[in-house]
């Protein structure tokens, strides 16, 4: 089956496929009317999407960021409002935060950084 380059792909990381859905069913109402957009959890997806949500509260954060390949791909934590921060986030180890609960707002302007990342990959690559 050829797969859709038009179609931007969201993946959920979460400890459990239980937490994964429920930040899943959190997102899919924001992107409801962007047709484009495809959200899924990492337990039932072959591989990341270009963009990575990880929940913040992974015990295996650190883990679970490494294994996931950087190129072309944007990374934010799902951050929990009043929980500590993760030192994920201070290393730079991702490219933003989402905080919980969602404003859709925040979730579209996050989309719009993924967007300006790549385009500036790409320049970067036509430069070289």
């Keep these: 089956m050829a797969r ?3 179609l931007l792909r969201i ?3 979460a400890a459990t496929t239980a937490l994964e859905s429920e930040w899943a069913d959190a997102i ?3 992107l409801r009317e962007l047709a484009h957009i495809e959200v899924r959890e990492r337990s039932s997806a072959t591989e990341d999407g270009q963009i990575a949500l990880v929940d913040s509260r992974h015990p295996r954060l650190d883990e679970v960021l490494a294994a996931i390949p950087r190129e072309g791909r944007s990374i934010f934590l799902l951050y929990v409002d009043g929980e500590p921060l993760p030192a994920a986030f201070a290393g730079g180890n991702v490219d933003d935060l ?3 609960p ?3 707002m925040d979730l579209l302007g996050r989309l719009r950084q993924h967007e300006q990342l790549r385009l500036w990959e790409q320049v970067s690559r036509m430069n070289v």
């Design 102 to 104: 969602l404003r859709p």
């Design 11 to 13: 993946t959920i990381h």
């Design 4 to 6: 859709d380059e038009s």
């Design 28 to 30: 899919r109402p924001v």
């Design 98 to 100: 989402l905080i919980f």
